[in-house]
């Protein structure tokens, strides 16, 4: 398998334009998170997806923010309009289920200018 | 809400040395996992103990867990310079399986 893989790698945007982040979580998977990362805050989890339905959305930020899983293979993270505070490193992970071990992608990393 | 946290301090050592690092937490625990992130890299997943299970080992690594004190530790014996990175400790509780990641050690292995 390859892993769960993200796109893009680099985003850059000026204010004000929507941002779609893209995840591929790895094949049998069937829980999802999406993480913002930050110098000043660290990693924090901004939505996860069990079965492709959503169960916790508390960490995302704003409205601006939106995430969906139309199915299995496939998950975006949304964010209209981007703002500058909004440039960070955003991953996707997924995990099969055993003992709660979560597979990281390369990650995202967003400037909005 | 239970919270892997790990001790600040930022890690130099020289290559050969060991390494080790400590993590807390608030509640009642399933697992404790700990995770490696290369710079501009995602975190990788090293190791995991169970909530009845005292001490650990894989390969150079060795974590403890001390439930009653609600704490852990890795040790990276005889580092290396790839073991350069960050390294974080998250926390799995029962009932669901998100992960409460703490806030990222950072060790530099000097060759």
């Known amino acids: 398998d390859a892993g769960v893989i993200q796109s893009p790698r680099h985003e850059v945007t000026e204010m004000g334009q929507e941002v779609t982040l893209r995840c591929k979580p790895i094949s049998g998977h069937n829980s999802l998170f999406w993480y913002r990362q930050t110098m000043m805050r660290g990693l924090e989890l901004l939505i996860y997806f069990n079965n492709n339905v959503p169960i916790d959305d508390s960490g995302m930020p704003e409205d601006r923010f939106s995430a969906k899983m139309p199915n299995a293979s496939f998950s975006t993270l949304k964010i209209q309009p981007s703002e500058p505070r909004d440039s960070a490193v955003y991953f996707c992970?997924?995990?099969?289920?055993?003992?709660?071990?979560?597979?990281f992608g390369a990650g995202t990393r967003l400037s909005v200018l | 809400s239970q919270q892997g946290e790990e001790d600040p301090q930022a890690l130099s050592i020289q290559e050969g040395e060991n390494a080790t690092m400590n993590c807390s937490y608030k509640t009642s625990i399933n697992n404790l996992q700990w995770y490696r992130q290369n710079s501009g890299r995602g975190l990788v997943h090293l190791i995991l103990i169970r909530s009845n299970e005292r001490e650990k080992h894989s390969g150079r690594l060795r974590v403890t867990l001390d439930t009653s004190k609600k704490s852990s530790s890795l040790l990276i014996t005889a580092s290396r310079a790839a073991d350069t990175a960050s390294y974080f400790c998250a926390t799995a509780p029962y009932g669901n399986n998100r992960l409460a990641f703490g806030k990222g050690n950072q060790v530099v292995v000097i060759p």
């Open positions: 992970a997924s995990n099969g289920g055993v003992f709660n071990i979560q597979y």
